[in-house]
């Protein structure tokens, strides 16, 4: 069964340090998602991306967070400088319509 | 813009019992998503729901869609420790918000 993969599966950061996180979605899904996942709580939606074009990154902190999918494929989640409130599980999800979405195992971020 | 509401936000129940979580809005639902998180794990599809008053089985789990399509439930009948997890409702409206869920526990 085809997979959303990201890497890397968990990554300590000390505040104010730079961080990315990397997805690559399941071939032939233009759609591609990045929530933020806190612990006891819903995914939260970050950004959305059709193909390479964002469609939705209402709730993204752009003063320290960006995102890009430049050749519509693969994508790139920066933090810049990392909080400690940043502390979550990041996860990517991709699809083909609306009908359910395929999520990649996530990256756990701990921020000290 | 739109939430939903999921009640209770813990269940623990007996192994072999039934039981039933909400999914709850005030506005109108175009459709509704349910995902399953196992501990430690990645939110995964379990159904979609479109149509008013749509029930849909998997096995021992039942999914409703509300008449006026405000509300949607999970019902599981004869709880396993493979139900073991959280359990989150999710709206679409071009994009999909999600509920805090319902972590499930089991006594075996």
């Known amino acids: 069964e085809a997979e959303v993969a990201q890497s890397p599966r968990y990554k300590i950061t000390e505040k104010s340090q730079a961080v990315a996180f990397w997805c690559d979605p399941i071939?032939?899904?233009?759609?591609l998602y990045w929530y933020r996942q806190i612990l006891g709580q819903g995914p939260e939606l970050l950004v959305q991306?059709?193909?390479?074009?964002?469609?939705?990154d209402s709730q993204l902190p752009k003063d320290r967070f960006s995102a890009e999918r430049l050749k519509g494929v693969d994508s790139t989640l920066k933090i810049q400088p990392a909080e400690l409130g940043d502390s979550a599980m990041y996860l990517c999800?991709?699809?083909?319509?609306?009908?359910?979405?395929?999520f990649g195992s996530g990256t756990r971020l701990t921020v000290v | 813009g739109q939430q939903v509401m999921q009640i209770p936000q813990y269940q623990h129940v007996q192994e072999g019992e039934d039981f039933t979580t909400y999914c709850n809005s005030s506005?109108?639902?175009?459709?509704i998503q349910w995902y399953k998180q196992r501990p430690g794990g990645h939110p995964v599809f379990l159904i979609q729901?479109?149509?008013?008053?749509e029930v849909k089985k998997q096995k021992r789990l039942t999914f409703q869609f509300g008449e006026a399509k405000k509300n949607s439930s999970l019902h599981i009948t004869a709880t396993q420790t493979t139900d073991v997890g959280t359990y989150f409702c999710?709206?679409?409206?071009?994009?999909?918000?999600f509920g805090a869920g319902t972590t499930v526990t089991v006594r075996a």
């Open positions: 999800a991709s699809s083909l319509n609306d009908y359910g979405y395929t």
């Open positions: 071939s032939g899904h233009a759609t």
């Open positions: 991306f059709q193909d390479e074009s964002v469609v939705d």
């Open positions: 506005t109108t639902l175009s459709n």
């Open positions: 729901l479109v149509k008013s008053g």
């Open positions: 999710a709206q679409y409206d071009y994009k999909l918000s």
